[in-house]
């Protein structure tokens, strides 16, 4: 499937010009692990979608069009998802990422407040200046993608009052990959939110009752949006092992 500005606009509410930009006017960097084999910019699924998605989120929250979609900050960008590709597939180990991260926004960080809690709490430490998610580990697999808004000169105040609404976002689309993947997390002991909360129907259920609260916060910015994920929310519920555990 080809994820046209039509359907990031029809379908999950994504602004006109954040759509055209992603959907039409990027070019798939070259010599990107995230991007290996790809012709186009945007594939189906959430991995691509979600930095439309994010963009989206902060260009509604303030930010204008002239910075975000800025080409050297595009770029910065499109190089850390090539270097957490490389930390998740095996390549390179988390401090080798920490590193080639630290490297690769050297001289660039504008909200230094930022990217000093991200470095902390990847490193173990506790943040200094911002709320991150830290109830439920497996719903913060996807802080990395913050190192985004690091070359950016925002206030502490703009990204204390973002972050609630990236989370938002970003932890219903960790749900969805929870709840297809529990058989093989299972298998692998990969981190899964409904196994950390314990692996039963009463998990399921508070996870469902987590996603479901972010999705009305979503719903505060992009109503649509928020909308579309939940009917893919409610589709898990047919998952074979995920009626198994409902059942029990």
Known sequence: MVITSKILQDRFGISKEIADYFANERAVPADNLFWKNKRIYLSIGFGFLTI???????????????????????????????RLKRYESGYIDKMSFLKECS??????????????????IFS??????????????A???????????????????????????????????????????LPEDI?????????????????????????????????????VLAAGMEVFLNETEAYPHILKLLNQ
């Not at 490297?103 to 902390?120: G, P, R, V, Y």
């Not at 173990?124 to 580990?137: I, L, N, S």
């Not at 070359?151 to 703009?158: N, Q, R, V, Y």
């Open 187 to 223: 298998e692998l002991r990969d981190e899964n939110t409904i196994l950390d909360l314990g692996g039963n129907k009463e998990a399921v259920l508070k996870a469902y009752d987590l996603g479901r609260a972010d999705l009305h916060k979503l719903s505060e910015i992009n109503p």
């Open 124 to 137: 173990g430490k506790q943040p200094r200046f911002f709320d991150f998610e830290t109830k439920h580990p």
């Open 103 to 120: 490297a690769l926004l050297e001289n660039f960080i504008l909200q230094k407040h930022l990217a000093e809690d991200l470095w902390a």
């Open 52 to 82: 439309p998605f994010a963009f989206d989120l902060m260009y509604k929250r303030g930010i204008p069009l002239s910075i975000l979609l800025e080409d050297a900050h595009i770029s910065r960008m499109e190089a850390g998802f090539d």
């Open 139 to 181: 719903l913060a697999r996807s802080d990395f993608f913050l190192f985004t808004l690091t070359d950016l000169e925002l206030k502490d105040s703009w990204v204390a009052q973002f972050l609630p609404y990236w989370y938002a976002l970003a932890r219903p689309i960790l749900l969805l990959d929870d709840f297809k993947d």
